[in-house]
C-alpha cells in the first residue's frame, strides 16, 4: 500500500515538472512573438525602441520562469 502512495506522489511529480516546463515554454514562444511583432510593425527599424519596449516583457519572462520552476518543483 504504502509503495503504492509513493509512486502516485512520484507520478504527481514528474507530470507537474512536465507541467512547468509547458508553461516556461509557452511564456517564452510569447516573449519571441512580441519581439516579431514589433519587428513587423516598425519594419526592422528603430532597434533601440524595439529594445527598450522589449525590456519589461524581458524581465518579467525571466521572473516569472523562475517563479513557475520554483513553484513547481
Known amino acids: ?3 503504492e502512495i509513493e509512486y502516485t506522489k512520484q507520478t504527481s511529480n ?4 512536465l507541467l512547468a516546463v509547458m508553461l516556461i ?3 517564452w514562444i ?3 512573438a512580441s519581439i516579431g511583432l514589433l519587428s513587423k510593425l516598425l519594419n526592422g527599424e528603430y532597434f533601440w525602441w524595439r529594445a ?3 525590456y ?3 524581465m518579467v519572462t525571466i521572473k516569472v520562469s523562475g517563479l513557475v520552476w520554483r513553484h513547481y518543483r
Not at 514528474?14 to 515538472?17: R, V
Open 14 to 17: 514528474e507530470l507537474y515538472k
Open 1 to 3: 500500500m504504502k509503495t
Open 52 to 54: 527598450l519596449a522589449t
Open 30 to 32: 510569447m516573449w519571441f
Open 56 to 58: 519589461p516583457f524581458t
Open 25 to 27: 515554454v509557452a511564456l
